[in-house]
């Protein structure tokens, strides 16, 4: 009795020790100036998208007869070449990007994990052949890739992510492959081998959980790439696609006029805020990446 009392009590250290470390981790997290900017900036953008419509002065949709103002009391940022306010338009223009880069990026990774689970777990001729379909694959730029894909299919949200989230799960599949190589060898792998367990148990159930670091990472990281994507993809006219207000739309539609005139208002909010939500994501990556390497 008191043996197998003492047996079955073993794993609760184990967990305590689990929680511990993820309370530290996330103390760790909290403690670092980078990360608390880059959660408040992409919070603000995230209610903006989810809340904009409900408190912008004006709707963002719609044409004055003031084209191109500039920035005053009645328009904060001035009027674009349709005279649509700038201002409302900058607040709503998250929605569609906030759609799309996050899903796509969570296809990615899931794709991804579940090719490098299988591609690391199983080594030889799987890991060759499919190693070979990688590499052959990021020898093109993604970007004309994608480009080729949304040419034939159509832009929509829809195509858009999964173009983006399929080429995402190519470069996150080597990242998972190297991190699994790194676990299949270790005692608990072979215990679980010698129970007889079933290799998705084993890769699921016992591996999975011990490379997560490297996976939250590559979450993280491929967020500011998809953000990125799509706002470069949209300005190119293959993206997010009129009448959204989407920040890209407006980069596209009145980028031309800084070279007609001082109009630097219809493109330099929208601009900003592309920018300060790719610079947030990269700050909150760069602190997750820090805490999971240490």
């Known amino acids: 009795m008191i043996g197998t009392a003492s047996v079955e009590a073993q794993p609760k250290p184990a967990r305590s020790e689990s929680s511990a470390a993820r309370r530290e981790n996330l103390g760790r997290l909290l403690a670092s100036p980078a990360f608390v900017i880059g959660v408040a900036v992409i919070l603000f953008w995230v209610f903006c998208a989810l809340f904009g419509d409900h408190f912008v002065p004006r709707d ?5 007869d003031d084209i191109l103002a500039r920035p005053s009391r009645r328009f904060l940022f001035g009027t674009d070449q349709l005279g649509r306010d700038v201002f409302s338009r900058v607040v709503t223009g998250a929605s569609d990007t906030l759609k799309v880069a996050p899903l796509a990026t969570l296809l ?10 299988f591609v690391g777990y199983f080594g030889g001729i ?16 993604l970007t004309i890739v994608a480009i080729t894909v949304l040419s034939g299919l159509g832009a929509s949200n829809k195509t858009l992510i999964v173009v983006i989230g399929f080429t995402f799960s190519i470069v996150v599949s080597r990242t998972v492959r190297a991190a699994v190589l790194g ?4 005692e608990y792998v072979q215990a679980a081998q010698l129970r ?15 490379v997560m670091g490297p996976i939250v990472v590559e979450t993280t990281v491929r967020l500011g790439y998809a953000i990125f994507t799509v706002a470069a993809l949209t300005f190119l006219g293959f993206g997010v696609q009129p009448p959204s207000p989407d920040w890209s739309l407006q980069v596209a539609d009145n980028y031309t006029l800084l070279l007609q005139g ?3 208002w219809t493109v330099l909010p929208p601009a900003l805020a592309i920018a300060s939500l790719v610079i947030a994501v990269n700050l909150v990556a760069d602190a997750v990446q820090g805490v999971v390497d240490r």
């Open 108 to 117: 990615g990774v899931a794709g991804g994990a579940v090719i490098g689970l």
């Open 126 to 141: 799987v890991d060759d052949i499919t190693g070979r379909i990688i590499d052959a694959l990021l020898a093109l730029p």
């Open 196 to 210: 007889g367990e079933r290799a998705p148990y084993i890769m699921f159930v016992e591996i999975l959980p011990n």
């Open 262 to 264: 001082d109009y630097w």
């Open 183 to 186: 676990e299949r060898e270790l």
């Open 60 to 64: 963002p949709l719609y044409q004055f």
